[in-house]
Antibody, heavy 120, light 105 residues
Framework: QVQLQQWGAGLLKPSETLSLTCGVY????????WSWIRQPPGKGLEWIAE???????NYNPSLKSRVIISVDTSKNQFSLKVTSVTAADTAVYYC??????????????WGQGALVTVSS | DIQMTQSPSTLSASVGDRVTITCRAS??????LAWYQQKPGKAPKLLIY???NLESGVPSRFSGSGSGTEFTLTISRLQPDDFAIYYC????????FGPGTVVDI
């Protein structure tokens, strides 16, 4: 059974860098795309970026200038950094698996979610 | 980007009702559409992929249809566990989600 477990800082000040990591347990890491998705409180879902085990990436154009997604295949982990955060980046952040072997995916396994709050 | 809309935004229903949610894409996405169910404080759960394919373990009362720009999610007989928010998502281009439909009592 595939499980995604995520962790990272939950409270940031404006202009700081958001950093989250997601570990994948109980299944294959290769052959899939791994994504970050966020959901502001009480609002809808926004896809941020995806990466595969070979480091191929795709980004949401609206966030691309501030986002870095990376992968560590030795640990079956992938990570997200968002620079220069503002209150608008306050959201629950989810990691998720894309089952298709090519980019631009749907999401069949999700992490538990992590609330990141940006406040001065 | 491809914009997704859903209707209605809120749907009041009763146990046993047949419920239909519509999702529209701003341009043709063929059948590259997924449906998710989300409950409070939980991650979304995949229900349907490629417009009409039921994800493993999802009850057969859920079904999806459509292609191009218009899609529907139908719950044939609403159960107490089905009261939730439902989202559509296209993956023809970089993924975008609909705004959600709240199914409540």
């Amino acid at each position: 059974q595939v499980q995604l477990q995520q962790w990272g800082a939950g409270l940031l000040k404006p202009s700081e860098t958001l950093s989250l990591t997601c570990g994948v347990y109980g299944g294959s890491f290769s052959g899939y795309y791994w994504s970050w998705i966020r959901q502001p409180p009480g609002k809808g879902l926004e896809w941020i970026a995806e990466i595969n085990d070979r480091g191929s990436t795709n980004y949401n154009p609206s966030l691309k200038s501030r986002v870095i997604i990376s992968v560590d295949t030795s640990k079956n982990q992938f990570s997200l950094k968002v620079t220069s955060v503002t209150a608008a980046d306050t959201a629950v952040y989810y990691c998720a698996r894309g089952p298709l072997s090519y980019g631009y995916n749907l999401f069949d396994y999700w992490g538990q979610g992590a609330l990141v709050t940006v406040s001065s | 980007d491809i914009q997704m809309t859903q209707s209605p935004s809120t749907l009041s229903a009763s146990v046993g009702d047949r419920v239909t949610i519509t999702c529209r894409a701003s341009q043709s996405i063929s059948t590259w559409l997924a449906w998710y169910q989300q409950k409070p404080g939980k991650a979304p759960k995949l229900l349907i992929y490629k417009a009409s394919n039921l994800e493993s373990g999802v009850p057969s009362r859920f079904s999806g249809s459509g292609s191009g720009t218009e899609f529907t999610l139908t719950i044939s007989r609403l159960q107490p566990d089905d009261f939730a928010i439902y989202y559509c998502q296209q993956y023809s281009d970089y993924p975008t989600f609909g705004p959600g439909t709240v199914v409540d009592i």
